[in-house]
Structures are given as C-alpha cells and as structure tokens.
C-alpha cells in the first residue's frame, strides 16, 4: 500500500490443505491471482509496465504510479477484489492462509 493506493501482491508459499494437486485452497488462490494478472496485464494491456516475477511457489505483481485514469482506477479495482477475496479464504480456511496488509 501506498496511502490508500494498493500497488501490488505477493502471494508464496502452500496452503497445506492438502496434497499438491488435490489442495482447493492452494487452487482458490492460484486461480485468483492469474484472474487479476491476466485482467490487468492482458485485457488492460499493462504487460509492458507492470511488474510480474514467478519463483518457487511465490508470484508478486507490482503496478507503477504513473498509469491512465481508467488503467489506475481498473487496477485499483481489481486488486481490491483480490484482496477481499483472500480475506474471504482466509475467514473459510484460517489454518491455511494468511493475508498481511504491509506499507
């Protein structure tokens, strides 16, 4: 966060709800996260200005300041559906995620 602008996500780790392949959790939040990279890098058209970086179970997505009216308010948009919807799998599945807001 950056005041009230949310500029991106980090999303590591396993949920350990279950075993790799069979894990919902894991799936819920895997699904989430290509749903808003692909909104905001695809559909929007963002790929060249917002930042993706894949490693062993961690993704993180960063958008820069600087973007049109619509593109921010989208985004904005979108990583606050994100967000309400991991605090929504965390409220189902306490033991298996957690969700940190950070500055």
Do not use: W
Request: proline residues 2%; glycine residues 10%; aromatic residues 2%.
């Amino acid at each position: 966060m950056e005041g009230d602008r949310i500029v991106g996500f980090t999303v590591k780790g396993h949920s350990g709800y279950a075993e790799a392949g069979h894990d919902i959790v894991c799936a819920a939040v895997t699904s989430a996260v290509r749903l808003t990279e692909c909104a905001i890098n695809d559909v929007l058209g963002l790929g060249a200005a917002v930042k993706v970086k894949e490693a062993d179970a961690s993704v993180a997505l960063r958008i820069p300041g600087g973007l049109s009216e619509t593109g921010e308010s989208t985004c904005q948009t979108l990583l606050t559906a994100l967000m309400v919807h991991m605090a929504s799998l965390h409220e189902e599945y306490p033991d298996h995620i957690l969700v940190l807001e950070e500055d």
